[in-house]
């Protein structure tokens, strides 16, 4: 089946500066790729996603880029903010059995 | 909107005891998922209903776990004789079409810990 791999497991940045959070994905067959943020304590919520028809998908501050050769995603967050402090996970589906599968998380860290 | 609801938030047992998790996902949604969530395993799925119908169930241990959709408004999560190992964060979740075609909307959460 699918393994989503997250290669960052931890990442600290300075306010104002942009994060960058690195996906890979290994069913060719994947089409849909999420990402959620969970803050300290609470459950996941979606934050933005990115569909295989496209290459680059912008939402304010958040920017998802998806290479599909080389079976690779990644979140931008840029002009971070504290209140982005939170784990962030990535995740992909494939369009023939609904099931999404994410990847072990990464816990941002903005630094005022 | 309320969102999707689980309960009971916080729940401890004796290890060999049942637990039952409850989860009623947002109105109108077609899909249900159950997740657990832990710090070595982090997020594991473990089952999924479309229209009350199991439709992948490959991620449940097979002997104590069951998980049950009996009308669009709610689906249950049964753990038989408990052990420490399943303490956890069981996590529910509803969407509109299914997993690859809209976004998840997860609730609060089921605390389970086993003693």
């Known amino acids: 089946g699918e393994k989503v791999e997250q290669h960052e497991s931890t990442l600290s940045v300075r306010e104002g500066d942009s994060a960058v959070i690195n996906c890979t994905y290994t069913?060719?067959?994947?089409?849909?790729f999420p990402w959620y943020k969970q803050e300290a304590g609470k459950s996941l919520h979606f934050v933005i996603d990115?569909?295989?028809?496209?290459d680059r998908k912008q939402s304010q501050r958040l920017i998802v880029l998806l290479d599909k050769k080389a079976k690779r995603f990644s979140l931008h967050i840029t002009a971070t903010q504290p209140e982005d402090s939170a784990i962030y996970f990535c995740a992909a589906s494939a369009n023939s059995n609904n099931r999404i599968f994410f990847g072990d998380g990464t816990q941002l860290v903005v630094k005022p | 909107n309320a969102g999707v609801i689980q309960t009971p938030r916080h729940k401890v047992t004796g290890k060999g005891q049942e637990a039952t998790l409850w989860c009623e996902p947002i109105s109108g949604h077609s899909a249900v998922f159950w997740y657990r969530q832990t710090i070595v395993q982090g997020l594991e799925f473990l089952t999924y209903f479309r229209n009350q119908a199991p439709i992948d169930d490959s991620g449940m241990p097979k002997e104590r776990f069951s998980a049950q959709m009996p009308n669009q408004s709610h689906s249950t999560l049964k753990i038989q004789s408990t052990q420490p190992q399943d303490s956890a964060v069981y996590l529910c979740a509803s969407s509109l079409d299914g997993g690859d075609t809209g976004q998840l909307y997860f609730g609060e959460g089921s605390k389970l810990t086993v003693l």
């Open positions: 069913d060719t067959a994947s089409s849909y």
């Open positions: 990115i569909r295989s028809n496209v």
